[in-house]
């Protein structure tokens, strides 16, 4: 499947040959637009909390290094967290993740140049992540869903 950049240029290029007038491809490449911001995540490296020091991980994350391990080990993770669409991260990296984005400000793309992911996988795994503690424990809520009278 092609990219929105590979649509747009192939766009151009059959604009070159005249298959296609200038109006259409105004209109095409609007349509070939994606929403989220160019990013180009391919420059920047994966997360590998190892090479990452105390100050650094309680600065980013919120937690000290052996915190995160500790937290891995409470929550019961699995080895990889796989989205719906079968895209999969290392539990850290998408624990990481989660915490990152919880620690104030912080917008998606913030996050490329830490983690080396486009924002899409990094909505995807922020999303499963946040729905894994709500399925395996959500049932010690189950006392608190009764309206206070």
């Not at 793309?109 to 990094?122: A, K, N, Y």
Request: aromatic residues 12%; contains cysteine; negative net charge.
């Amino acid at each position: 499947m092609a990219t929105f950049r590979e649509a747009r240029e192939a766009l151009l290029i059959a604009n070159d040959l005249n298959l296609i007038d200038e109006e259409n491809v105004l209109l095409l490449s609007e349509v070939n637009t994606s929403k989220n911001l160019d990013i180009p995540f391919w420059k920047y490296d994966k997360l590998d909390l190892d090479s990452l020091t105390d100050d650094e991980c309680k600065s980013e994350f919120r937690f000290l290094k052996h915190d995160i391990y500790g937290l891995l080990e409470v929550l019961d993770l699995p080895h990889k967290i796989t989205c719906p669409n079968r895209f999969s991260v290392y539990s850290d990296e998408a624990l990481c993740l989660l915490l990152r984005r919880f620690a104030y400000p912080c917008r998606y793309e913030d996050l490329v140049s830490r983690f080396g992911r486009p924002v899409p996988q990094l909505s995807m795994v922020v999303n499963e992540m946040m729905d894994f503690p709500y399925t395996r424990y959500g049932h010690l809520l189950s006392s608190f869903d009764q309206p206070w009278l």
